[in-house]
């Protein structure tokens, strides 16, 4: 059978993120990059089927494309080893330190930022001529959705900023439940399916993800959005990198690992 039970991989789950501490700064850099390109490609395609079809849940059913193809091609979001990195240490895994642990994590988000602000800035060149005519439709409702989300939540100060941290922790749980779907399955076929349905949910009810505002903020200021890079850091990235910390790792793989990596004998029935 193609599926593989939780025992094995909340296994392949640790071994992973072992590796993923040990890995070169060159392999991490450049997943981590190709990983940000992909996803904020597959943004695009979303906000361009929204505003095309008027239908945000269309954008949800496409989105996750690009989360499958940047995983099956290997390449790593920070929001995914958010979750997987610690196991290795908290697994006692020889040589892995809190260091290396931080050190995945930094490298992995540089790569994200700097594949993210580069489809950015093409993507800017693409809907605007080279900045040569007005944002069309699609350029505007990025605009928009970037504006919402950074003085939107400025407008409620303490509570917005609570709020983003909130969905910042429901979107990780989402999106390491997709990390880890992937695992469940020997096919290609079941892990695209088991890693569509909860990225599925999280761009459905419009939670925070760290690499996807890497991308869609920038383009907004790019485009015109009247929002500094402080307003966008404060309101929205730092709360939501807090947040899809505590979910990736406290929610999603922490709680495998506890229960399946680290199960507890069975009470005897006598």
Known sequence: MSYVKPAD????????????????????IIRGAMAGAILAIAVAVAITTIVQTGIGIVGALVFPVGFV??????????TGV??????????????????????????VGLGN???????????????TMNFAIEPNA?????????TARTLGFAEYGFN????????????NWMVCLGVVGAMT??????????????IF????????????????????????AEFTIMEWLNWNLIPTILGNLVGGLAITTGMLYLTHGKTKPARNAA
Do not use: Y
């Not at 940047?70 to 790593?76: H, R, Y």
């Not at 930022?113 to 809907?127: N, T």
């Not at 399955?185 to 909860?198: D, H, T």
């Not at 009810?205 to 890497?214: A, C, D, I, K, S």
């Open 9 to 28: 991989f909340v296994t392949s789950m640790v071994d992973a993120g072992e590796a993923k501490v040990f890995m070169s700064t060159r392999d991490t």
């Open 69 to 78: 193809i940047l995983n099956l091609m290997g390449f790593d979001l920070v």
């Open 82 to 107: 958010f979750g997987l990195a610690p196991l290795a240490k908290l697994d006692k895994r020889r040589g892995v330190t809190w260091g290396g642990v931080l050190r995945n994590w930094g490298l």
């Open 113 to 127: 930022l700097i594949g993210s602000l580069a489809v950015a800035f093409l993507l800017a060149v693409s809907l």
């Open 138 to 146: 699609v350029a505007q409702k990025f605009i928009g959705v970037s």
């Open 160 to 171: 917005g900023w609570v709020t983003v941290f909130v969905r910042g922790v429901f979107c």
């Open 185 to 198: 399955s020997k096919s290609v076929a079941g892990k695209v399916i088991a890693m569509w349905l909860p």
């Open 201 to 224: 949910i999280f761009f459905a009810l419009v939670f925070e993800h760290t690499v996807v505002n890497m991308f869609l903020f920038p383009l907004g200021m790019l485009l015109g």
